[in-house]
């Protein structure tokens, strides 16, 4: 079946203009997740979501970043004002997380941000 | 503190050779999961395993194997006969059971492996 989808693959944008990622999930899975991972670094995790509440938003950076998930599927991550060091790759992962226990997550391709 | 530790930020080897790559853990958990993923320079991270931590028996899949050791915290990987299309970047993660916040991961830094033809 599809995996996980992103868009858009690549973003460039200016220094203080908003943005918004979007991340389709693999279909029935109900967790998902948000890292950052900068050039050459590992990964950063942002936010995590079970269904469309998010119990985990611990790693936001700042209060530009926010994220929302509704349906129970697709997620939008949120950057506000972006700062040339918000440029990174924005990488979405989901989980099936079904009747508990630790659930493998699945990586989507990423969206690179540039912010100039 | 680290849960996850991947000491070796790169690593070159040649074509053929076998390359090992370490993983140490910190958890205070009795249940938790170990992974390994790979990302090559498309950068899409693909998963290649997961371990439960009752489960210590090594494993083997073609020139791949892990080998986890609870009394040293270490999932480590190994690669036989490595080829060019190793060439990636490896991550290693740990996963806890958090009653409140759902599975949470914990990855290492990553280690960079590249393969000389």
């Known amino acids: 079946g599809a995996g996980v989808s992103q868009s858009p693959s690549n973003k460039v944008t200016e220094k203080g203009k908003d943005v918004e990622l979007r991340c389709d999930p693999i279909?029935?899975?109900?967790?998902l997740y948000w890292y950052r991972q900068s050039l050459g670094q590992g990964l950063e995790f942002l936010i995590y979501?079970?269904?469309?509440?998010?119990?985990?938003k611990s790693g936001l950076p700042s209060d530009r970043f926010s994220a929302e998930r509704t349906g129970g599927s697709v997620s939008t991550l949120t950057i506000q004002r972006t700062q040339q060091e918000d440029s990174a790759v924005y990488l979405c992962?989901?989980?099936?997380?079904?009747?508990?226990?630790?659930?493998?997550?699945?990586f989507g391709p990423g969206t690179r941000l540039t912010v100039l | 503190a680290q849960k996850v530790t991947q000491a070796q930020t790169e690593i070159s080897v040649v074509e053929k050779e076998d390359v090992t790559l370490d993983c140490v853990y910190e958890?205070?958990?009795?249940?938790?999961?170990l992974f390994w993923y790979k990302q090559p320079p498309s950068g899409e991270l693909v998963f290649l395993i997961r371990?439960?931590?009752?489960?210590?028996q090594n494993e083997i899949s073609g020139r791949y194997s892990w080998n986890f050791q609870k009394s040293t915290s270490s999932f480590n990987f190994t690669i036989t006969a490595s080829q060019v299309v190793d060439s990636a970047v490896y991550f290693c993660?740990?996963?806890?059971?958090?009653?409140?916040?759902?599975?949470?991961?914990?990855f290492g830094t990553g280690t960079s492996l590249t393969v000389i033809p």
């Open positions: 992962a989901s989980s099936f997380r079904g009747g508990g226990g630790i659930d493998t997550q699945y």
């Open positions: 279909s029935g899975h109900t967790a």
């Open positions: 979501f079970q269904g469309n509440s998010a119990p985990d």
């Open positions: 958890t205070r958990d009795t249940t938790y999961y």
């Open positions: 371990r439960n931590s009752f489960d210590e």
């Open positions: 993660a740990l996963s806890e059971a958090a009653l409140n916040t759902g599975n949470q991961f914990y």
